[in-house]
T-cell receptor, first 111, second 117 residues
Framework: GEDVEQSLFLSVREGDSSVINCTYT??????LYWYKQEPGAGLQLLTY?????DMKQDQRLTVLLNKKDKHLSLRIADTQTGDSAIYFC???????????FGTGTRLQVFP | SAVISQKPSRDICQRGTSLTIQCQVD?????MFWYRQQPGQSLTLIAT?????????ESGFVIDKFPISRPNLTFSTLTVSNMSPEDSSIYLC??????????????FGPGTRLTVL
């Protein structure tokens, strides 16, 4: 089946930028998503990008997509302690409308 | 958006017993889903809960083990039957409202953390 991979942990200092990376194998992806899961809460959709775009910016969030390399990243500018959470990338494709999730990256922000 | 609640939030159960998890949404939704999130792993879709008909199960999941009900457009239950320690996981309910574009935007409940001894 299709695979979505992420590194497990990222630790950054408050005020720095965070970059969370994701790779996927499905060449027929339509949309790629970033979800955030705070402790004890459900996943929350942060942003998404259509597969024919290469960048999307939304306030402190910047999504970069390299379709050739099947690489997606989420950059969080001026990272705050409230950004500490698990971040999941996910994709849907022309083959299936189902969300395929990565393993999640735990972001820890320290003062 | 949608506000989703799940009961129970967590439970510790004995091997061989069953647990029913409830999912309640604050508004009518077209699609409801059940996911499993095993420790250190990604979310895996168990099934789509269909209103008024049998759920649609993904490969590797069967109705006898994970019976699902969806009596109306705001409520669904997932039962984990004849539990074993391998069923220890977080179970998440999600919903999709009316789809106006091809973006698959789902809203998730807080999850039910299940530990089987």
């Amino acid at each position: 089946g299709e695979d979505v991979e992420q590194s497990l942990f990222l630790s950054v200092r408050e005020g720095d930028s965070s970059v969370i990376n994701c790779t996927y194998t499905d060449s027929s992806s339509t949309y790629l998503y970033w979800y955030k899961q705070e402790p004890g809460a459900g996943l929350q959709l942060l942003t998404y990008i259509f597969s024919n775009m290469d960048m999307k910016q939304d306030q402190r969030l910047t999504v970069l997509l390299n379709k050739k390399d099947k690489h997606l990243s989420l950059r969080i500018a001026d990272t705050q302690t409230g950004d500490s959470a698990i971040y999941f990338c996910a994709e849907t494709s022309y083959n299936t409308d189902k969300l395929i999730f990565g393993t999640g990256t735990r972001l820890q922000v320290f003062p | 958006s949608a506000v989703i609640s799940q009961k129970p939030s967590r439970d510790i159960c004995q091997r061989g017993t069953s647990l029913t998890i409830q999912c309640q949404v604050d508004s009518q939704v077209t699609m409801m889903f059940w996911y499993r999130q095993q420790p250190g792993q990604s979310l895996t879709l168990i099934a789509t809960a269909n209103q008024g008909s049998e759920a649609t199960y993904e490969s590797g999941f069967v109705i006898d083990k994970f019976p699902i009900s969806r009596p109306n457009l705001t409520f669904s239950t997932l039962t984990v039957s004849n539990m074993s320690p391998e069923d220890s996981s977080i179970y998440l309910c999600s919903v999709e409202k009316v789809r106006r574009t091809s973006v698959n935007e789902q809203f998730f409940g807080p999850g039910t953390r299940l530990t089987v001894l």
